[in-house]
T-cell receptor, first 114, second 115 residues
């Protein structure tokens, strides 16, 4: 069974640009969450989607947005990139979107902003 | 504000030398506490979910326990393949989402097991 797939694996962008990251969840999983991981802050929750609806959002500025498609695939967009947005962006999926259904993480997209 | 503090930040053990990792948390009611393992260049891998004080869960050489203020991950007779960063995360009782998301993570304990 294929795991969570994130593309691209690495990305280099310039300040002020925008970027879109993609996530394909495990087949059958309906919930997709996004996290940002940096050495200083660790893992921080961005948002979660379930059946194409955003159910919850972390404390990130509006430059960070996402969406989920009918096939559960998800995209995350960051506009007007800042140097501080350099991080590993992790996507996680779960089967039912309940607390008893643990998160399965992808290997992330490493974003570097110059 | 929910907080998770893990200690030590790094730990180096000899193969077979048992030890424990600590996760202290401050949360307005606990819905669940989660342990993950992260290998370099990879995403976290789920290990355990604990829901209430006194609960224990085991998997191979790992055993997780939970009290009202902290959780321990006990590693018995570790092997080099147990080397990884171990992450602890909590979800508060009042979390409005329905899933195992919206987690507050600790910074992790970087564990190295030497042969």
């Amino acid at each position: 069974k294929a795991g969570v797939t994130q593309t691209p694996r690495y990305l280099i962008k310039t300040r002020g640009q925008q970027v879109t990251l993609s996530c394909s969840p495990i087949s059958g999983h309906r919930s997709v969450s996004w996290y940002q991981q940096t050495p200083g802050q660790g893992l921080q929750f961005l948002f979660e989607y379930f059946s194409e609806t955003q159910r919850n959002k972390g404390n990130f500025p509006g430059r960070f947005s996402g969406r989920q498609f009918s096939n559960s695939r998800s995209e995350m967009n960051v506009s007007t990139l800042e140097l501080g947005d350099s991080a590993l962006y992790l996507c996680a999926s779960s089967l039912t979107g309940s607390i008893n259904s643990p998160l399965h993480f992808g290997n992330g997209t490493r974003l570097t902003v110059t | 504000e929910d907080q998770v503090t893990q200690s030590p930040e790094a730990l180096r053990l000899q193969e077979g030398e048992s030890s424990s990792l600590n996760c202290s948390y401050t949360v307005s009611g606990l819905r669940g506490l989660f342990w993950y393992r992260q290998d370099p260049g990879k995403g976290p891998e789920f290990l355990f979910t604990l829901y209430s004080a006194g609960e224990e869960k085991e998997k191979e050489r790992l055993k997780a326990t939970l009290t009202k203020k902290e959780s321990f991950l006990h590693i018995t007779a570790p092997k080099p393949e147990d080397s990884a960063t171990y992450l602890c995360a909590v979800q508060p009782l009042l979390y409005s989402g329905g899933g195992a998301d919206g987690l507050t993570f600790g910074k992790g304990t970087h564990l190295i097991i030497q042969p």
